[in-house]
């Protein structure tokens, strides 16, 4: 009895903790499949920490890589890097929550908690539409991208139909899951010059970044408008889809003015190229992970300016990371309304509620926390320079992928610091810090109120 009260209060009693341990679980179960000998080119076994980071780069779709994915891994190991790219892109107890749902037909009171904490949604009774609406979209985007891709490099490179189809599958998968895996030693840099893999590959990266609720709300209410002729969608679409509408444009912008006549990236390319390449960096700074620039060839601007938009990330409950879209502009919100005076923060006539401003206040600080931390310990473990250790940590944290070089090289530790941002960037600080709590405290009185100087 002492063991099942135990167990209840440490998992069944509380979603989160049941989410990070089923994609701690699946970690772990990845890392052992990896490090067998099948899984490594020509039968040779792989060292625990390459399999470890590898497998939490994957289930936690970063990219983050200290071998070759396609030299390294035999069609086995990347047979599973792709499953758990999948697994951990459209959520692990989202998966398993839909394979009960077809299966028995019906789904517990439990399992559809811990479906919505995973997905986020926003009501228990949409718990089955959310999860099948996920899967459609997760299928649809991958099919059509992945034939796209196929078609290309059948057509336009001549590869087999076979290993066309397969390249094609992969790079779809592992764009519209935000992973930033690929199966060439430099990721996409050989086709910078050709929009019919960079523009497909961006596509499937945006529509996973912006999240499946905004995805399923958009596909739902595309015919449906209110009496006065406006789509009725929720804040949260409206903030993200407004929000990446500016980021994406503005990234391109900056690495087009920061890079355009670099040597090593925009330099060569005549100026389609450059807007092309300023747009899929861009695009890729969402948390993708992607690249057809050299990055260790980027300036220390570019860099600074690339860790900001990897730091804000894509839309949430999707394949995205860092702190979310929603988060950001609810915090920009927070500051305009102090700034003029405004007892209340609101954004496009809309109140936003006080828990929501603590909980922006909360995922941005501890992110910030958790980057600075990891970067100090880099800093004094390694002799890289900063800019090089800030990009590989926010990279990591945000579940990127993008990498200036340094991280096949860093230390043991260096390496397993980075697999801790990685698992920590991809459940979010909250639902890690809720799920570590032993109980949940009610306070049943309000402490006297006085106000320190701020500022």
Known sequence: ??????????????????????????????????????????????????????????????????????????????????????VGGFGIMTTASLLALLVSGKLRLRMQLTAQAETKSFGIGDVRRVLLGVAGCSAAVELAVGATLA?????????????????????????????????????????????????????????????????LEVLRHRHRRTTTGRRSWTLHTKLTLLATAVLLPLGTLLTCLLEW???????????????????????????????????????????????????????????????????????????????????????????LAPHVLRQALTVALLGVGLVMAATLALLSITRY?????????????ATVGLSTGITADLPAVGQLILILLMFVGRLGPITLVSALALRERTRRYRLPEERPVIG
């Open 1 to 86: 009895m002492a063991r099942a009260r135990l167990w209840h209060t440490l998992f069944a009693a509380h979603p989160a903790r049941t989410v990070v341990m089923a994609f701690a679980l699946v970690i772990a179960v990845g890392t052992v499949l990896l490090a067998l000998p099948a899984a490594g080119e020509g039968r040779a076994a792989t060292g625990f920490v390459t399999a470890l980071f590898t497998a939490t780069s994957a289930v936690c779709v970063t990219g983050l890589a200290v071998v070759d994915t396609g030299t390294h891994w035999s069609g086995f190991g990347e047979g599973v890097i792709l499953a758990l790219i999948q």
């Open 151 to 215: 078609l290309r490099f059948r057509f336009g490179y001549g590869r087999p139909a076979g290993e066309a189809a397969y390249f094609g599958l992969f790079h779809a998968v592992s764009a519209f899951n935000n992973a930033g895996f690929g199966l060439h030693a430099d990721n996409l840099t050989r086709y910078a010059r050709d929009p019919w893999v960079t523009l497909p590959v961006s596509a499937a990266v945006i529509l996973g970044g912006l999240g499946f609720p905004v995805l």
């Open 261 to 351: 006549t670099g040597k090593g990236t925009l330099g060569p390319l005549d100026w389609p190229g450059k807007l092309l390449n300023g747009f899929f960096h861009s695009a890729m700074s969402r948390t993708a992970g992607f690249n057809s620039l050299d990055i260790g060839a980027l300036q220390a601007s570019t860099l600074l300016v690339t860790c900001v938009l990897m730091f804000i990330g894509g839309g949430s409950a999707g394949t995205a990371g860092g702190i979310k879209v929603t988060t950001f502009t609810v915090l920009a919100a927070a500051i305009v309304a102090e700034v003029r005076g405004e007892p209340d923060a609101s954004v496009m006539g809309r109140r």
């Open 385 to 397: 320079r900063f800019e090089q250790v800030l990009f590989e940590v926010v990279s990591a944290f």
